[in-house]
Structure formats: C-alpha cells, structure tokens
Nanobody, 124 residues
C-alpha cells in the first residue's frame, strides 16, 4: 500500500506563490506516476497536473498552464507543484495521487492511491 503525504499549503495573497510537496512511502515500486487534483468548496474534484514515472512527460489543465509547474525527485520519492501567479479561484484542497501506470493522466478514477490533501487559500 502506498501512502502519500502532502504539505506546503497555506494562505497567500493573489499574485503570490506556493510550493506543494507530496512524499510517497510504502508500495512495491520505486516510482509511480503522480498527479495533483484539487477540490474547491461546493465543487467536484478537478485535475490540475500530472507527471510520468520518469518525469519526462507533464500534463496541465488549461486553468493552470503557464502558472503551475510539476516536478519530481525520484530519489526522495517526492513530487512538487510550484504554483505562481496564484488567483483566488485557485483556492481549494489540493490532493496528491499516485498510480502504477507510466502516465496515469487526467482522470481521477484511474489513480489507485490518494493523499489526504493540503489546503490552499488565495486572498484577493
């Protein structure tokens, strides 16, 4: 079983930056494809970004493309989400997800493992 723990959330003003981290432990693989999703109050969970097992392929939602950057450090079993130029509409709980596929992509139902989330609040 893979455990995922997110950190780095907080309160930031619009235009500011945050860096989220997710560290994986357990499981049988040395690395997994990873994704970030978010859920705002009263809304469904939505895809934010994904990265392949080796880190050579990244995907982004249109709403964050050009502002957010996903990266990973396989030696640390960590994935990061650098969030710049934050907007109030980025306010949500951000979840890290992992799966055995090479690149799991945008669909939340394809990810086998989930963290508990870290809250991001962007004030206007």
């Amino acid at each position: 079983q893979v455990q995922l723990v997110e950190s780095g959330g907080g309160l930031v003003q619009a235009g500011g930056s945050l860096r989220l981290s997710c560290v994986a432990s357990g499981g049988t693989r040395d690395k997994y494809s990873m994704g970030w999703f978010r859920q705002a109050p009263g809304k469904e969970r939505e895809f934010v970004s994904a990265i392949s097992r080796r880190g050579n392929t990244q995907q982004y939602s249109d709403s964050v493309k050009g502002r957010f950057t996903i990266s990973r450090d396989n030696a640390k079993k960590a994935v990061y989400l650098q969030m710049d130029s934050l907007k109030p509409e980025d306010t949500a709980v951000y979840y890290c997800a992992a799966d055995d596929e090479v690149l799991t992509g945008r669909r939340a139902d394809r990810y086998a493992y989930w963290g508990r989330g870290t809250e991001v609040t962007v004030s206007s």
